[in-house]
C-alpha cells in the first residue's frame, strides 16, 4: 500500500508524488505527531545466565516441536539446548543443566518456545496522526514480533534512527528495527535522473538505511538506484504502484537486482497474456480510493491461470532470481469482508480513537475508501484472493521464499493481531503450520540477510523467543492478545492462549503485562476524546 495519508494535503502530497513517479522529494512529516517511545520500564534482563525449564520447541527451520527441553541463555545469546526428557513422564533431573550461582530460572514446563517472529512490512508511523510508537512497539512485543523492517521511515529520518539505536541499546521496549527509507527521502527535490538516484542511493548507508523501499520509477533510474544498493549492501523492497506498473513490473524489477515484493501488484500484470495494461473501467480514476481499489480486486482474474505456461515461466524464472514474495495478505481482508473486519474482538480494547477515525470512509485518506462497497466488490475480492493465494502457495512449493508482513496501521488492521491474522491467511493459502513459522521467522531472516543472528532456535544464535501456553501448530488463535475463544471443561466460554513471555535480545517482556498497558493506553485516550468533546459544547 502507498503509505504517507491522514489529511487531505497528505493526500494531494502523495498523490502529487506518485504522478511524477518520484515519490518523496523531501523529508515528509506524516505523522509528525507520533510520540517518541519513552524509556523502557518493563522487561527484565538481560540476564549473565538465564535457564528456561522444560519447554516444548518449534525451531523455525521446519523441524517438528520437541520437549521437553531446557533452553540456558548467556545475555543474549542461546548457548545450550538440552534434551530433559519424553511428554507424560517426569522429567529427568540428570540431564538438566545445572543452575550455577545468580541464574534466573524460569519455568515454562508444557509452554511452546518458537523463534521471535520478524514482521517484514511495519510501519510505526505514517497512517493516522498522534500514534504513540510505545503502542505500536508494546502491541508488536506482546505478539511475539521481535524484528519489524520498516518499510518508508515516513516519521523522517532522524526520527526512525534514533528509535533504531534506542532498541539496540535495549532502552527502550521495542522490536529490533531494520529501516527501509523511502525513495528519495531527505531530498529537497525529486529525482530525476540516473545520477540522482545513484548519488542518493550511495549516500544512505552512512544515515542508517539496510535498504530501500520503492514504489516505481523509470527503467533507467530503477536500474540505476538497484545496481547501486547491490554495491552497497543495501536490501530493497518495492510496491509497484499501479501508476507506473506499466513500466515496470515484478519480474522486470527482480531482473533487475529487486530482492523483495510487497503485496501482489506487479505480478498479476507479468502474467498477463493478452494484454499489457490492466483493463480498467472507462470511468476509473486513480485518485477516488473506491475506484483504485475496486478494480484492484479484479486484476487477478486478468492474469495467467495456474499451470499454464505463462504462470510456470513467470514462477520458475522468479525462483531463479531468489526473489523474496512478502503478500500481506491481511491488509486487503476487509475487501472481501469488510464487517468482519470492522468488529474484530480487538478494536473494543485495543484501537486507539485516532486509528478508528481514521479507518471510517473519507475520501481524503488512503485506505478508507467504504464509500459504497457493494456484495460484488467482496466477491470480486474472495475471487481475487483464491488465485493470489494459488500462485504464493506454489511458489512456496517449489522452493521459493515467502515472508510475513502485516502493514498495519490501515483498513481496520492494528499491530500485532493482524501478523498472527497473517499467519492463519497464510494456512488458507495452503501452508501447513511448520511452512507458517517458518515464513514467520527463518524465511525472514533470511530475507534480511540476518539468518546467521536471527529467526530459529540454535545455539549461538540471539536469545529471541517467543513462549506461549497453547499449541500454535494447532491453532494459530492462541497467539492472539485477545486469545481464542472456546469453552472450558466447566461448559462455559473463555478467552484461552495468548503469548506468555516475549524474548528479545534476552530480555523478557511479560506479553500480558505490555497488553495491559496498551488497554491503559487506549482507554485514557477514550477518556481524554471524551472530555475533550464536552469542552468543545
Avoid at 521496549?173 to 527501509?180: F, K, N, Q
Wanted: aromatic fraction near 10%.
Amino acid at each position: 500500500m502507498n503509505k504517507s495519508l491522514s489529511s487531505p494535503s497528505k493526500f494531494i502530497s502523495c498523490f502529487l508524488i506518485s504522478l511524477t513517479v518520484a515519490l518523496i522529494s523531501a523529508t515528509p512529516s506524516f505523522a509528525s505527531g507520533d510520540a517518541k517511545a519513552p524509556e523502557r520500564t518493563t522487561g527484565e534482563g538481560p540476564y549473565k545466565r538465564l535457564i528456561l525449564r522444560g519447554g516444548i520447541v518449534i525451531s523455525g527451520e521446519g523441524a517438528p516441536a520437541r520437549g521437553p527441553m531446557d533452553i540456558v541463555i548467556e545475555n543474549d545469546r542461546i548457548v545450550n539446548i538440552v534434551n530433559v526428557g519424553n511428554p507424560g513422564v517426569p522429567i529427568k533431573l540428570s540431564r538438566r543443566p545445572v543452575a550455577q550461582k545468580g541464574d534466573k530460572e524460569i519455568n515454562i514446563e508444557g509452554q511452546y518456545v518458537l523463534p521471535g517472529f520478524i514482521d517484514m512490512h511495519a510501519h510505526i508511523g505514517g497512517s493516522a496522526d498522534n500514534i504513540p510508537a510505545e503502542y505500536v512497539f508494546k502491541l508488536w512485543l506482546a505478539h511475539g514480533i521481535t524484528t519489524v523492517r520498516e518499510p518508508g521511515s515516513f516519521n523522517g529520518i532522524d526520527w526512525i534512527m534514533e528509535h533504531v539505536k534506542r532498541s539496540e541499546k535495549n532502552t527502550i521496549a521495542a522490536p529490533r528495527i531494520l529501516p527501509y527509507f523511502v525513495f528519495g527521502l531527505g531530498l529537497d527535490e525529486k529525482i530525476t535522473t540516473a545520477k540522482q538516484a545513484q548519488k542518493w542511493v550511495k549516500s544512505i548507508p552512512k544515515k542508517g538505511a539496510k535498504g530501500i523501499k520503492f514504489f516505481g520509477s523509470t527503467p533507467e533510474i530503477m536500474t540505476a538506484a538497484l545496481n547501486e544498493a547491490k554495491k552497497q549492501g543495501l536490501g530493497s523492497m518495492m510496491h509497484h504502484a499501479q501508476l507506473d506498473v506499466t513500466n515496470m513490473n515484478v519480474l522486470d524489477s527482480a531482473r533487475l537486482g529487486l530482492t523483495t515484493m510487497e503485496h501482489w501488484y506487479g505480478l498479476p500484470e507479468a502474467l498477463f497474456e493478452h494484454q499489457h495494461i490492466q483493463n480498467y473501467s472507462p470511468e476509473y480514476n486513480y485518485n477516488n480510493e473506491q475506484h483504485r481499489f475496486a478494480e484492484a480486486g479484479r486484476l487477478w482474474q486478468q492474469a495467467a491461470k495456474k499451470n499454464s505456461d505463462k504462470w510456470l515461466s513467470v514462477r520458475d524464472e522468479l525462483l531463479s532470481l531468489d526473489f523474496t514474495l512478502n503478500p500481506t495478505f491481511t491488509i486487503y481482508e476487509a475487501n472481501r469482508d469488510l464487517m468482519r473486519d470492522m468488529n474484530a474482538d480487538w478494536h473494543k480494547d485495543y484501537t486507539l480513537p485516532t486509528l478508528w477515525e481514521f479507518f471510517q470512509p473519507n475520501r481524503n485518506a488512503h485506505g478508507s475508501y467504504w464509500f459504497d462497497w457493494t456484495t460484488d466488490d467482496e466477491i470480486a475480492w474472495k475471487k481475487n484472493y483464491q488465485q493470489w493465494m494459488s500462485f504464493i502457495n506454489d511458489y512456496k512449493n517449489h522452493g521459493g521464499r515467502v515472508t510475513v508482513g502485516s502493514d498495519s496501521g490501515y483498513i481496520f488492521k492494528i499491530y500485532g493481531f493482524s501478523y498472527i491474522r497473517e499467519l492463519e491467511l497464510l494456512r488458507e493459502a495452503g501452508f501447513n503450520a511448520l511452512e507458517v513459522i517458518q515464513a514467520a521467522t527463518i524465511n525472514g531472516a533470511e530475507a534480511l540477510g540476518m539468518d546467521d543472528e536471527i529467526g530459529s532456535i540454535r545455539v549461538g544464535k540471539k536469545a529471541d523467543l517467543v513462549i506461549v501456553n497453547e499449541n500454535p501448530l494447532r491453532n494459530f488463535k492462541v497467539l492472539y492478545g485477545t486469545g481464542h475463544f472456546r469453552l472450558d471443561d466447566n461448559n462455559k466460554p473463555v478467552r484461552a492462549g495468548g503469548v506468555n513471555y516475549t524474548v528479545k535480545d534476552g530480555i523478557v517482556y511479560d506479553a500480558k503485562l505490555l497488553l495491559s498497558q496498551v488497554r491503559t493506553m487506549v482507554e485514557q485516550a477514550k477518556q481524554k476524546k471524551i472530555e475533550s468533546l464536552k469542552k468543545a459544547k
